[in-house]
């Protein structure tokens, strides 16, 4: 019998609601202190550390025994030098769970008035997510927030959230709080949810828990070569922009690509609002990680498109906490991403010739 996931995809849009709320707020008062730079030089901030504890919290309060691959870890927070961000973290954390109860929301999950937490406890769920994934068993993965560098300039970002059973995707939601709610009022209101569980489609649901507006069903729309264009990173350092622009050249493409960080793309790319998602590795190494594609990739299947490695490969989210070796990835409508496919190989032989 196959599994809907029902229970699980409730816990987790509230637990991405919450979270995005968290993110939301802290970004209009953040300090030039409560930002580090990472081992990778990657910056990471109180809104990522603080809605992970939120999203862990919730999770093991209603799947005990679940296990989380996330992408934060408590270290700098546990040495005298990370007192600061501790206590505001502790103090962004407890204010967002002790907030009341919200419709569906129970204190099942940890949540209200009752559940503060003290600073090691908030430390230690924040370590929650150090699981290391693998090829069997049902763990979630967790992005605090994708696209931090985006965060920090006030543009797009996503709370990013997926269940991974024996290496599939089963539950994607992922929170955008700056992403317009219509693609057609592109200045009108912001803030949109996006949820996808296998075999159930892909939907567009209001981020603020009170709009009682329907969700909306997506389904990629075909495309023209005069209306297809590429979405890619911001980041330089995250993707070879020079590669799609060789890609867009052989595919006829004349519309200019839209850059924009974080699974916003594919989030976009599932609502019609932008035709292939490419990104291709700068070539330093970096291994991608489960988290910045596992919700986006169940987004995607379920809104009718394909996604893959740029060989054509699918994904693999079973090797651990990176999708391994890194080839890239594709993702499209079913009929454009042939076509991207066969321009990518044709764009690496020109490379290697
Ligand atoms: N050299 C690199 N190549 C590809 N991705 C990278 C990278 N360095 C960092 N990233 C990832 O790129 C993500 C953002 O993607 P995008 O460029 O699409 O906005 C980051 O997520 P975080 O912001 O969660 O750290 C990070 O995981
Ligand atoms: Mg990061
Ligand atoms: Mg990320
Ligand atoms: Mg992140």
């Given at each position: ?30 300090v ?54 501790r ?10 769970i002790t ?72 539950l ?22 996006f949820?996808?569980s296998?075999?159930?489609?892909a ?24 209306t ?22 052989l ?34 190494g ?19 498109g ?48």
């Amino acid at each position: 019998m196959s599994t809907t996931y029902e229970a699980e995809k409730q816990v987790a849009i509230a637990a991405v609601r919450r979270a995005s709320a968290l993110t939301a707020s802290v970004f209009n008062k953040l300090v030039k202190n409560e930002t580090l730079t990472k081992d990778d030089k990657s910056p990471v901030t109180v809104g990522d550390f603080s809605a992970q504890a939120v999203v862990n919290t919730m999770l093991l309060r209603a799947f005990p025994e679940d296990n989380i691959v996330g992408e934060e870890d408590a270290a700098d927070m546990r040495v005298e030098s990370g007192k600061l961000l501790r206590n505001r973290i502790v103090e962004l954390v407890n204010e967002t769970i002790t907030a009341p109860l919200q419709a569906g929301e129970t204190e099942a999950w940890g949540l209200g008035p009752d559940y503060a937490q003290t600073p090691e406890q908030i430390m230690d769920i924040i370590d929650r997510g150090n699981y290391n994934g693998g090829s069997t068993g049902r763990f979630w993965t967790l992005d605090p927030i994708d696209g931090t560098k985006g965060f920090l300039r006030g543009e797009q970002y996503a709370v990013c959230l997926a269940l991974i059973v024996d290496s599939q995707v089963q539950l994607g939601v992922m929170g955008c709080p700056n992403l317009p709610v219509s693609v057609s009022n592109p200045s009108g209101p912001r803030g949109c949810i996006f949820v996808a569980s296998r075999g159930q489609g892909a939907w567009q649901i209001p981020l603020d828990a009170s709009d009682s507006s329907a969700p909306i069903p997506l389904t990629i729309p075909t495309f023209t070569k005069d209306t297809l264009n590429l979405l890619e990173s911001v980041e330089k350092a995250h993707a070879k922009l020079s590669f799609n622009d060789r890609v867009a050249e052989l595919l006829g493409i004349t519309k200019a690509p839209t850059r924009m960080d974080s699974q916003a793309k594919y989030c976009s790319l599932a609502r019609g609002d932008g035709g292939v998602y490419l990104r291709m590795p700068v070539g330093s190494g970096y291994k991608e990680k489960i988290w910045d594609h596992a919700p986006g990739a169940v987004l995607v299947e379920e809104a009718g498109g394909v996604i893959t490695d740029s060989r054509g490969e699918p994904l693999n989210f079973g090797l651990g906490r990176t999708l391994g070796e890194n080839f890239g990835v594709i993702a499209a409508g079913k009929n454009v991403h042939a076509h991207v496919l066969e321009a990518v190989k044709k764009a690496k032989e020109e490379e290697t010739s």
